[in-house]
């Protein structure tokens, strides 16, 4: 049966976190109190209803027996408990509460949410498991029928080699724990959606707010190990453009539009930590440290700052690597950026091509994300900072405070990605950091790539992809797989 878009599916999904307030056709044919045999015949019945309407629904593997056996409906078949302190702790569901029959239907969206819905039928345990590797909003694997609720939003994972699972954004301000995932204080880790993005190729990038995400602590010690003498990488003028590694020419890479201090962290057990932690907060498969650059620690005093940017590199940066991942190769594919420290005023990062946050969309995360200062204020801090009226980072200002922004909060970070979920680079994730207002800035830069990074492939560097071990390269199967 060929699947239609469901226009209005978007609008009534339900995630983890929310209550179904609604139940299929017939609902009340599948209480556990009814005889089995009766049971049985309310389901047929829904089926027939539903494959009758033709046209709305996409019914996995339709050629399948579509029977459904009271002793299926009673239990659930097994499922992968993760142990405590795993890698993969986390990320598999576990069954709806007080469920005692499978779902049968879904609202199927692509990896990240991007496009219009489908309503998918799983008439069997063996047709959920066809569909492939399914998603929830809290970016769990769904191991089978038993473990979401009818209605429920799924998410198909990535299809190709070298794409990886994106988080969904559904909505401005939507804030989701991550299973399985604590900070350096052991406080829960949280998601929250700061912008949606859509299909249009100039829609918003998908960027989120991580909270808890690092402890005093760790944020001592990345800024304590980036002046050290045992730091090989220690701080100095940051750079910029190049893709080579400072013990490759690249510490000579200097940019007038960039003017903060760089020191890299390459070697200590804090950064592998942290790390890893970003690995498990995107959902990856497994770490692999040529995926991941050393993290970037910065320092921006009063007045410096970094013009808007890309973080991934252009897909013909040089001869010698694959850089396209539409193509088999590798690129930065997300950003998670570090806060080490509160700023009073400035030192936002900023994203001048998305427009900026209105309370219409989250009244909440607008108060949070602060007011601009005054016209009046606003001019004594650049002229305190020494900046010219007309130099690029008094114009970086106008966008700081006129689009969207996030200003700075010591042990968060923010999470965007530099890649689509198909693998292509996503322009509109073009941001900078805001001039120092008032005080210093410290943050750091965690770069994670969708294969191996340049110069770390070890069979070859125009093939990346074809690199990646079976936990990290997509397609998988449905369910849980060893």
Request: charged residues 20%; proline residues 7%; contains cysteine.
């Amino acid at each position: 049966m060929a699947a239609k878009k469901t226009a209005t599916a978007k609008k009534g999904r339900k995630t983890m976190d929310q209550k179904a307030t609604s139940k299929p056709p017939n609902a009340s044919l599948f209480s556990s109190s009814l005889p089995g045999i009766i049971l049985a015949v309310g389901i047929a019945f829904w089926y027939r209803r539903y494959q009758s309407s033709g046209e709305n629904v996409v019914v996995i593997n339709s050629s399948s027996s579509s029977s459904t056996s009271s002793s299926e409906i009673q239990s659930s078949p097994p499922y992968y408990i993760p142990k405590p302190g795993s890698w993969d702790e986390g990320y598999y569901s576990s069954p709806i509460p007080d469920q005692n029959f499978p779902s049968t239907y879904a609202i199927l969206f692509q990896n990240g949410g991007i496009g219009e819905p489908t309503e998918a039928i799983f008439e069997t345990e063996e047709q959920f498991l066809s569909a492939g590797r399914l998603y929830n909003d809290h970016g769990q694997i769904v191991q089978n029928r038993f473990h979401f609720e009818n209605g429920t939003a799924l998410y198909s994972g990535p299809t190709k080699p070298g794409t990886h699972f994106q988080w969904p954004a559904v909505a401005v301000g939507h804030k989701r724990p991550v299973p399985g995932v604590v900070g350096g204080t052991g406080t829960q880790i949280e998601l929250e959606t700061l912008t949606v993005p859509t299909s249009d190729p100039k829609s918003d990038p998908r960027v989120f707010y991580v909270h808890n995400f690092l402890s005093a602590e760790e944020t001592d010690e990345l800024i304590r190990f980036s002046t050290a003498d045992e730091n090989e990488y220690k701080m100095r003028p940051s750079t910029g453009g190049t893709h080579k590694a400072w013990n490759q020419g690249g510490s000579e890479a200097r940019l007038t539009t960039r003017t903060s201090e760089n020191a890299f962290d390459m070697v200590t057990r804090n950064a592998a930590n942290i790390k890893r932690r970003a690995f498990r907060l995107m959902r990856m498969g497994a770490y692999k440290d040529e995926m991941a650059d050393g993290i970037q620690i910065l320092r921006y005093e009063l007045g410096q700052a970094y013009v808007a940017h890309h973080d991934f590199f252009p897909v013909g940066q040089s001869n010698d690597h694959n850089w396209d991942p539409l193509r088999g190769g590798s690129n930065r594919l997300a950003t998670v950026f570090l806060y080490l420290s509160d700023v009073e005023y400035g030192g936002q990062t900023v994203f001048p091509l998305v427009d900026k946050l209105t309370a219409e969309k989250s009244e909440e995360l607008v108060k949070r994300l602060g007011e601009a200062p005054s016209e009046e204020m606003l001019k004594k801090f650049v002229a305190d900072a020494g900046l010219k009226t007309e130099s690029w980072e008094n114009k970086l200002i106008e966008k700081c405070y006129g689009k969207f922004a996030v200003p700075p909060r010591r042990g968060d970070a923010i999470l965007f990605y530099s890649q689509k979920p198909d693998g292509e680079m996503d322009r509109q994730s073009f941001h900078g950091a805001c001039p120092v207002l008032k005080g210093t800035k410290w943050g750091a830069n965690l770069w994670i790539w969708n294969s191996c990074r340049y110069s770390l492939c070890h069979v070859d560097p125009l093939n990346p992809s074809g690199e990646l071990p079976d936990k990290l390269s997509a397609p998988y199967e449905g369910g849980y797989v060893e």
